[in-house]
Every structure is written in structure tokens, then in C-alpha cells.
């Protein structure tokens, strides 16, 4: 068991519970707000098969907002890609096209449980057997281990092995094996629309429509150290033009190249990237 870390002098409690968290206009509100947990429960129940006997996972799941004005088109075409709707990482809402729910294994994640504080790998595993803790509703998810291209955010606290968010999350669910934790809303067209632009990205965006759009919070750059994801974790899906400065989430399966689409993100390197569970902690708002 990997005992509390107010033993070593960091002062992880302290430090996590006397600061709020900053709020941002990517993750507005918590996935719960807008979807129907029952919708879900098929494909929890196939990732909780494939956990092995001796330990439990912590898996995140991310609410992708599809626009009343794409869901046609996000339908007809993601509709019937197998590659997208049998992925048991994702939960398409096939009757409303209005969302899609990305699963992911909270790697290097942080907890406390029961007073302890507990480390997963980088598949999001805790080994059960170290541990006589029993694991609920109380676990909370307090950060994660820094890696060399994970370093954190402007909306967390950052020591020198360690992220921690200014505010802990509660385990929102628990299903077997398996300790699930909302990490919020994104909405592509929402995030990088031009009333949400800065002056000079707005110019930018005039000039090269693949300018990126991030929040001066939670940057995909600054998490990787200065970077994106695909360069951190050579992801390279093609399809557009490689741009190293912004976060690739719009170089799609059905991209058109244009950034601030939702319909371009499904496929992108950011895509691939959150579901590998290397890019989980960029969570601008649990509010």
C-alpha cells in the first residue's frame, strides 16, 4: 500500500482542499447534466470484463456536445462507421445525434481512499492486493504523477512529481471493478467559436482557418511542455496540415480542416490521444 503522501511532507490534502478551481468555456458543466446513465451502462459493463482479477481500474469519461446544426451530418456520417459506434470507448446518442461519451484510463491517476493514497499505472490499475481499502462512492481523484510530457495546467497545482487539482473530484460511479469519474462537457464549436477568440486569434483564424482555439487555462501546449499531443506522444493521423503550434483535434476521420467543428474531431490526434489516457487532466471546469 502506498501510504499517505502528508507523510512525506508534500501536504497534498492540504494543498488541494484550500484552493477553487478555475472555470473555462470548454468544459462547461459536468457530463451528468446531460446525459442519460442508463444509455451508458452497456458499454461500462464491456470494459469492466476486461479488468484483471487482482486489481480495479479508474476510467474518465468526457461528454462530446454535437450542435443541433452538424447532427445530420455528424450522423450520417459517423453514424454507420464501425471504426466509431462499435469503439467500446465511445457511447454515440444514435437516436439524438446530440452527444458522444469518450471513456478513458485515467493514467498515472491519484487517489485518496479511505485515507490512503493510492497510484494507478498507466493503464488506470490499482493492484487490489496491496490495499485492504474498499473502494466507493468516498474515493476521490485528486490528480496525477507527472511524466515527462504530462507537466499540468494553469488550472492546477503543480509540485515536483505531482498535479494535483485545486479541486478533487468525486468518484461518480462504481460499477464492479471499475471507478468512473466525469471529467465534463467539451464543445468544440462552443470552445473555438470567434465571440471566444482573442483579438489576435481572431486575426489569426482570418489567415489560417486551421488556427488552433485553446483556453489560457488548460492548454494541450502547456500540458506536453511546450508541445502538442501529437508531437508528445507521435500520434500523426494525417489528413491536414500539420500545425505544431495548436492543439491537432480537428484532423478528423471526416475533417474538412477547418478548426472549431465538432463533425473534425472524431479520429483527430487529440481524439486518439484522450482515449490512450494521455491527455485526461486537461479539465478546465467540474463546477
Not at 500500500?1 to 470548454?26: Q, V
Not at 497545482?157 to 468512473?180: A, E, S
Not at 487529440?270 to 489516457?277: A, D, E, P, Q, V
Request: net charge neutral; with cysteine.
Amino acid at each position: 500500500m502506498i501510504k499517505s503522501f502528508l507523510k512525506t511532507g508534500i501536504g497534498i490534502a492540504t494543498t488541494f482542499m484550500s484552493i477553487t478551481f478555475l472555470t473555462s468555456c470548454s468544459n462547461s458543466s459536468l457530463s451528468t447534466d446531460i446525459i442519460n446513465g442508463s444509455d451508458m451502462s452497456i458499454k461500462e459493463s464491456i470494459l469492466n470484463l476486461e479488468i484483471p482479477d487482482s486489481k480495479i481500474q479508474l476510467i474518465g469519461y468526457k461528454t462530446i456536445i454535437i450542435p443541433e446544426d452538424e447532427r445530420d451530418e455528424f450522423r450520417a456520417y459517423f453514424g454507420k462507421m464501425e471504426e466509431f459506434v462499435n469503439n467500446k470507448q465511445i457511447f454515440f446518442d444514435e437516436e439524438n445525434a446530440s452527444y458522444f461519451i469518450m471513456y478513458c484510463p485515467l493514467s498515472d491517476a491519484i487517489i485518496i481512499n479511505n485515507g490512503d493514497t493510492l497510484i494507478a499505472d498507466s493503464k488506470g490499475y490499482i493492484n487490489i492486493n496491496t490495499t485492504n481499502s474498499k473502494f466507493d462512492n468516498k474515493t476521490t481523484l485528486i490528480g496525477r504523477k507527472k511524466t515527462d510530457n504530462i507537466l499540468g495546467t494553469g488550472n492546477c497545482t503543480r509540485t515536483n512529481k505531482y498535479i494535483l487539482f485545486k479541486r478533487p473530484l468525486k468518484t461518480h460511479k462504481v460499477n464492479g471493478k471499475t471507478l468512473y469519474y466525469d471529467l465534463g462537457i467539451r464543445n468544440c464549436s462552443t470552445q473555438c467559436s470567434e465571440s471566444n477568440k482573442s483579438l489576435v486569434r481572431k486575426i489569426l483564424s482570418k489567415i489560417n482557418p486551421e488556427q488552433g482555439c485553446e483556453n489560457e487555462n488548460v492548454s494541450c501546449i502547456e500540458n506536453h511542455g511546450g508541445v502538442n499531443c501529437s508531437t508528445a506522444f507521435d500520434i500523426n493521423q494525417g489528413r491536414c496540415k500539420f500545425n505544431p503550434n495548436v492543439c491537432m483535434d480537428y484532423n478528423g476521420w471526416g475533417s474538412d480542416c477547418i478548426d472549431g467543428k465538432t463533425i473534425n474531431f472524431p479520429g483527430s490526434d487529440c481524439f486518439i490521444s484522450i482515449l490512450k489516457g494521455h491527455c485526461w487532466n486537461e479539465i478546465p471546469n467540474n463546477n
